[in-house]
């Protein structure tokens, strides 16, 4: 069973989180392809890199705002 987000999931999720981006299905597809990367490099599953690289996206555009 595959349990790895499509891209239209995770620009649907960048929408509803209100993340800064006028590009969010390039920004999804980035975001995939890296958790896949890291998810292999690390042993993780493709699911939680991709949260790692988001709550990372996360910290960016708050620290960016302040």
């Given amino acids: 069973m595959n349990d790895e987000p499509t891209a239209l999931e995770v620009e ?3 929408l509803e989180m209100g993340l ?7 920004l999804a597809e980035q975001l995939l392809k890296r958790a896949r990367q890291l998810a292999e490099k690390r042993g993780w599953s ?8 988001i709550g990372l996206l996360k910290q960016g555009w708050a620290a960016k705002n302040k």
Avoid at 20 to 26: A, D, I, Q, V
Avoid at 46 to 53: D, Q, Y
């Fill in 12 to 14: 649907k999720l960048l």
């Fill in 46 to 53: 493709v699911r939680h890199a991709l949260e790692h690289l």
């Fill in 20 to 26: 800064p981006t006028e590009t969010p299905g390039p």
